[in-house]
């Protein structure tokens, strides 16, 4: 788009390269000249900047990045991995408050100062190595995140009303200072927002969502409602970077409502089926394609059903967006698959992975893979390949060591990489 808009300016201005006029010219007027036209040229980074929604219509693919501040290194890495997009939530960075950028989820009173410094040096920082950033927060005032928080969820957002103008200020405040900074393309409102178990339904999947929907309209359990408002206050001081309104997984979003503004991106995550993806749960059971018992959406007689797990499957599990997609008149250059992935050791990971995004990429939804060179866990290190680390690994962080990860090219992790360089 840059480089577009550069070329228009360059024809508008044609005349002034005229040489035999200008040679007529005294100097000081070539001079003054130049500097208003190389002013004119500067200046045209404002409009340019201001489209950024713009930088959603061609497919964005990329990869999350969650708890430690990045490093020039990670993000130069990325850039070289062929990641032009990194969703990136913040809020495990160090901070001298209680919980970083907010200060306190118990009361917000401002951002704090020190944390949003240290936040925008690493914008600068991933502007300056051409990546773009989806910025999410994991914590909003009456939603701290629950692994700063005892690992106890924080539901207070979506039951105590108090906490929503909280939220909306808070996202006010971020607004105003990041709006027009180049890094940025989305604002990310909350990771996984999740009414849902704030009143005690916890499987989405077995639940007609639209009925439930109809019984907490207009309470705080009102994920519609607190959408509305974190974006009406975003606009008020950013009227151009895209905002994100995310769902925790793909059957949530039934009930969410678009928003009369053409800035808007549609996302979800996915992670099914969980019994299959994660480790724990899958114990060595389940391998991809293959059967495997799940979760029964359809027959509330039976706990579980038995599926032939394979891509026309995933097909099926993704056929809540696609129906919400259709029947709302979403364009697919507005749907972002914020999170997806799997335990690498699982059977058959490189196959799930490749199914997934061959659905995404056919569908024309952007996506964001969970997660490149995680920091804090090795289980979605996909350049680590399917196997556990050794036993010496694990025996040298007890004697209190960091020894490095050996990340190594591998099935697993070609997957990844040939679709992030097409």
Not at 8 to 35: C, D, N, T
Not at 52 to 57: E, F, H, V
Not at 320 to 346: A, D, L, M
Not at 351 to 365: A, C, E, P, V
Request: charged share 25%; aromatic share 12%.
């Amino acid at each position: 788009m840059a480089f577009s808009a550069g070329a228009r300016l360059g024809q508008r201005f044609r005349p002034v390269a005229h040489i035999e006029w200008l040679e007529k010219e005294p100097i000081i007027m070539r001079q003054v000249i130049f500097s208003l036209t190389l002013l004119f040229f500067l200046g045209s980074s404002t409009p340019i900047r201001g489209n950024k929604i713009s930088l959603w219509n061609s497919q964005r693919k990329g990869a999350n990045w969650f708890n430690e501040v990045p490093t020039k290194d990670w993000l130069v890495a990325a850039k070289r991995a062929g990641i032009t997009v990194v969703r990136l939530a913040p809020n495990g960075w160090k901070s001298a408050q209680r919980d970083f950028l907010i200060g306190n989820a118990d009361h917000y009173k401002g951002i704090v100062e020190q944390d949003f410094q240290r936040l925008k040096e690493v914008l600068d920082q991933a502007d300056s190595v051409g990546i773009k950033i989806v910025l999410t927060t994991l914590s909003l005032p009456g939603a701290r995140w629950r692994q700063q928080n005892g690992n106890k969820w924080d539901f207070r957002l979506w039951q105590d009303p108090q906490y929503l103008p909280q939220a909306v200020q808070f996202w006010r405040d971020l607004a105003k200072r990041l709006r027009g900074h180049p890094a940025v393309i989305g604002y990310d409102i909350l990771n996984e927002p999740q009414p849902e178990r704030a009143s005690g339904l916890f499987d989405p999947q077995t639940h007609d969502m639209l009925a439930w929907y109809a019984k907490v309209e207009n309470t705080p359990a009102d994920l519609n409602r607190f959408n509305t408002e974190i974006v009406k206050a975003i606009r008020e001081v950013d009227k151009e970077t895209p905002v994100v309104l995310s769902c925790d997984t793909v059957y949530v979003i039934k009930y969410l409502r678009p928003l009369g503004d053409d800035k808007i991106i549609y996302s979800f995550h996915m992670y099914e089926p969980w019994e299959y993806t994660n480790k724990k749960t899958n114990n060595g059971r389940f391998s991809y394609p293959g059967k495997m018992r799940v979760d029964n959406a359809t027959d509330t007689n039976a706990k579980e059903a038995e599926v032939n797990l394979n891509r026309e499957e995933l097909e099926k599990i993704l056929a809540s967006p696609v129906e919400w997609q259709r029947r709302n008149k979403i364009p697919s250059n507005r749907i972002f698959v914020g999170e997806f992935g799997c335990h690498r050791t699982v059977g058959g990971a490189a196959n799930y992975l490749q199914d997934l995004i061959k659905i995404f990429d056919t569908r024309g939804w952007h996506w964001a893979f969970y997660a490149f060179r995680e920091d804090k866990w090795d289980g979605m290190d996909y350049e680590m390949g399917t196997k556990p680390l050794d036993e010496s690994y694990w025996k040298a962080k007890e004697r209190g060591e960091n020894p490095p990860l050996r990340r190594v090219n591998n099935p697993l992790w070609n997957v990844l990489e040939r679709e992030l360089k097409k």
